[in-house]
């Protein structure tokens, strides 16, 4: 996997992390899920550089004038429900992106462990497109490896680029084998490890409670 970490240099994305985590600030959900809006939309300019660009000429009113533009294929897949600021981040970019939407939760067995379960799934074939896989927590890995096998019957991707916010080294270090190797993981801060909940430690909490409100335990 080729990890893109942009926190390792600061920016402005200090400061839109910063919000996400400061427990006097997350429960203003209209800016939390701003912020997360705004962090898809950094992550998808970096991402852009990697795309695939063809000439094209474009008439102005005083001449013309060659452009070099993406011509690549994209699905942008968020996994529901928190997904979805982050998902409106990287649809700002890509206006012309194909969308798809899948749920995947956490199925509690014990007070500790939980099954990851995937119920919904809504998306045009992913055959020989470039797939954008958004999820802001990146905890243990599994809500991304889980919906990776669902969406294998939809086609084989071109590329695949994962989005997160927030990740643990444990996560990550999941993934390396359930993705092939020339995957890209574009993330903005990595975190030192989890709690026995499975939560990334220091994190932020529920990304999907603070952006939509709590949920009802199944």
């Not at 990304?207 to 009802?216: I, Q, S």
Request: aromatic share 10%; proline share 5%; with cysteine.
């Amino acid at each position: 996997m080729i990890i893109h970490h942009l926190g390792e240099k600061p920016s402005i994305l200090n400061r839109f992390i910063a919000e996400l985590r400061d427990v006097n600030i997350q429960t203003d959900r209209m800016r939390f899920r701003k912020n997360l809006e705004r962090i898809g939309e950094v992550l998808c300019y970096e991402m852009s550089k990697y795309l695939h660009y063809q000439p094209e000429l474009i008439t102005t009113p005083l001449g013309e004038k060659s452009v070099e533009l993406p011509k690549d294929q994209i699905v942008i897949c968020s996994i529901l429900r928190a997904g979805l600021a982050l998902h409106q981040g990287l649809m700002n970019f890509f206006d012309g992106a194909d969308n798809a939407f899948i749920s995947a939760y956490r199925k509690h067995t014990s007070e500790t462990d939980f099954d990851i379960m995937v119920e919904y799934l809504a998306s045009p074939s992913l055959e020989g497109k470039i797939l954008f896989l958004a999820d802001p927590m990146l905890a243990t890995g599994r809500s991304f490896a889980n919906v990776y096998n669902a969406l294998a019957p939809l086609g084989k991707p071109r590329e695949i680029h994962l989005f997160a916010v927030i990740g643990a080294e444990q996560g990550i270090a999941y993934l390396e084998d359930k993705f092939p190797s020339n995957t890209h993981l574009w993330i903005t801060t990595i975190d030192p490890h989890l709690n026995e909940h499975g939560y990334i430690v220091p994190g932020l909490g529920d990304a999907g409670d603070l952006a939509f409100g709590n949920k009802m335990e199944g």
